[in-house]
């Protein structure tokens, strides 16, 4: 073999290795998301939009309605905003001490002169659903609905802040992306997930969890070994699901994979109710996969793009 051949053969194979340990790869958590996060989930809006699958069966669709609804449609027109172009990333995250800690991070390309105008034109019209004021050199939305507000901020022009407390989002803008280090417990729940998933999840079982699982005679066992759980959903030309259920010991994951394992036989009686998505029904509970390995306990779904196309045409 020549020395040409040779160098190329060996830069084939690390590049292949590269590829292999980029997919491996665990996910990582935006850089906001705060120390005492218990739960967070991530939303690649970018990726999802541009997936084969949602390209083919939904974006038109989804289009089609935004523009139906007027009121919508002109509100991101004044904002200068598309949403099928301009976001790239939602997440939102729960940190301890209840729905107080909530925060959304929207990452994308923001009009910030367009958005400000337009928010300043809707607060006079509508006092009593948007309120604007600074904070410093902040500007602060405070959106009013049927519930708690929401208060909103830009920390730049591709990031957009929103939690329950003003004083929330105003200490998340000044932070900037620096962020301290990330609970071990919620550090090692990430180590699970691999890959580039579309949407991902991850919640650590806290302590007021297994509590309330004690009630329960068939969970107060399982409690005090349940760690935490992950989800993934991976959208392409198809679509894979995963949760997955991480405990202490392979004996639990046994145990969780039984308690799971039980529900396929209800969900395959409740299927037989509708005689015309029976079939479609039967063929997604045949494709669930529940395993345990170790600690952890798997619950798998892989549908295909000619599933997708059959029940496409049944709509």
């Not at 998933?197 to 919640?203: D, I, N, Q």
């Not at 650590?204 to 969890?209: I, R, S």
């Amino acid at each position: 073999m020549s020395a040409t051949k040779t160098w190329l053969k060996a830069f084939a194979l690390a590049v292949a290795a590269l590829a292999l340990a980029g997919s491996a790869r665990a996910v990582e958590a935006d850089a906001l998301v705060p120390e005492d996060a218990e739960a967070l989930i991530s939303v690649n809006v970018r990726q999802l939009l541009d997936s084969p699958l949602v390209q083919k069966y939904a974006l038109e669709q989804l289009r089609t309605q935004l523009k139906q609804n007027n009121e919508a449609a002109k509100a991101f027109q004044a904002l200068g905003l598309d949403p099928f172009k301009d976001v790239d990333s939602i997440v939102l995250t729960k940190g301890a001490g209840g729905n107080e800690k909530i925060l959304v991070v929207v990452r994308g390309r923001f009009d910030l002169d367009k958005i400000q105008k337009a928010a300043s034109d809707f607060s006079e019209k509508n006092p009593g659903k948007l309120k604007v004021s600074k904070e410093k050199d902040l500007q602060v939305y405070e959106m009013k609905g049927e519930g708690n507000p929401a208060y909103a901020a830009f920390a730049n022009k591709n990031t957009l802040i929103v939690t329950p407390k003003r004083e929330t989002t105003v200490k998340a803008v000044s932070s900037g992306e620096e962020r301290g280090t990330l609970n071990k417990e919620m550090k090692t729940t990430l180590g699970h997930l691999r890959g580039t998933p579309s949407v991902w999840f991850a919640a650590l079982v806290t302590e007021e969890m297994r509590k309330g699982m004690k009630n329960n005679p068939q969970a107060a066992g399982l409690a005090p070994k349940l760690e935490s759980i992950t989800g993934s959903i991976n959208i392409s030309d198809d679509v894979k699901l995963a949760v997955r259920v991480h405990t202490t010991d392979a004996k639990a994951a046994a145990q969780v994979k039984q308690t799971i394992t039980q529900l396929k036989p209800l969900l395959a009686l409740l299927a037989q109710n509708n005689e015309e998505l029976a079939p479609m029904l039967n063929e997604l509970l045949d494709n669930l996969k529940i395993s345990a390995e170790k600690n952890t306990t798997s619950v798998t779904l892989d549908i295909s793009q000619q599933m997708i196309e059959k029940a496409s045409k049944k709509q």
